[in-house]
């Protein structure tokens, strides 16, 4: 098929025929001419007519919480007939079980990616989650849906009555257990994070005792705050402990001192002072 396009400004040629089947390669090439004749002609290109939206949803829909706020989400591609269109991505749509399906949170997917993570979400509360495919002609239908309930949120109290003692090149820490109230979700552990003063990045260590050693050079000031994990997520900390330069000889038993207390220890007398 050949068209003359009699305009010598023009940069652009829409071809309309509603008998192009979707998505059909064409080779074109375009030429220029005057009163004295055809000029060159562009190298030929592949252009594909326009595409149908998918036809067909996700298959193989699962969906599992991962803590109190978080859901992942995962499907496999729909049977799709190919020449009909590219699929481009996945729309993820999740909504909690007394909100309207309208009002779901969206998440797209890019390219091949079949999984997706749901975050920012209530605790202990039944959600339902969906997924559909998409291209630049919009979005196919819907998969089956899939219901998810988020784990019991974390412990809400902070583990409390922490001390340390120093034997050995260690530091040894000790600390109440941290009971979960009957809607959070049970202790399975401690994780003990600790840097240096100077630092931002803390180091972690997760136990599931009540106490635990750390063998630190002891001519530095460390910060140190623990706080229990459970399926539900990490709980509450407590407050950054300052822990001051100490020698290897000292090995009495000392309360820690909160830093916003703004408070520095004594260790002859073994406790916190203003």
Not at 199 to 205: D, E, H, P, T
Request: charged share 20%; net charge neutral.
């Amino acid at each position: 098929m050949q068209t003359v396009v009699a305009s010598p400004d023009a940069s652009r040629y829409v071809f309309r025929n509603e008998s192009l089947p979707p998505f059909s390669p064409y080779e074109v090439k375009v030429g220029v001419y005057n009163n004295k004749g055809e000029g060159s002609f562009s190298p030929v290109t592949v252009v594909y007519s326009a595409e149908e939206e998918p036809t067909k949803a996700p298959i193989t829909v699962l969906a599992r919480s991962l803590s109190a706020t978080d859901i992942e989400i995962s499907w496999a591609p729909p049977r799709e007939n190919q020449h009909k269109g590219r699929i481009q991505g996945y729309e993820v749509r999740c909504w909690r079980h007394d909100e309207k399906e309208e009002n779901a949170r969206k998440i797209r997917t890019v390219g091949n990616q079949t999984s997706a993570k749901v975050t920012n979400l209530q605790g202990n509360e039944l959600y339902h989650l969906a997924v559909k495919a998409y291209n630049t002609a919009g979005t196919g239908p819907s998969s089956a849906m899939v219901n998810v309930t988020t784990k019991k949120p974390p412990p809400s109290q902070p583990p409390g009555n922490i001390i340390w003692n120093s034997s050995d090149s260690k530091i040894i820490l000790n600390w109440d257990q941290v009971k979960a109230l009957d809607n959070e979700s049970e202790v399975r552990g401690y994780k003990v994070l600790y840097r240096w003063n100077r630092q931002s990045s803390a180091s972690v260590i997760e136990t599931n005792r009540t106490s635990v050693e750390l063998s630190l050079p002891f001519d530095e000031d460390y910060i140190i705050e623990i706080k229990p994990f459970s399926d539900g997520g990490d709980g509450s900390s407590s407050e950054q402990i300052r822990i001051p330069k100490i020698s290897s000889k000292a090995g009495a038993q000392v309360p820690l001192c909160p830093v916003s207390a703004l408070r520095v220890i004594s260790l002859a007398a073994g406790q916190c002072s203003s």
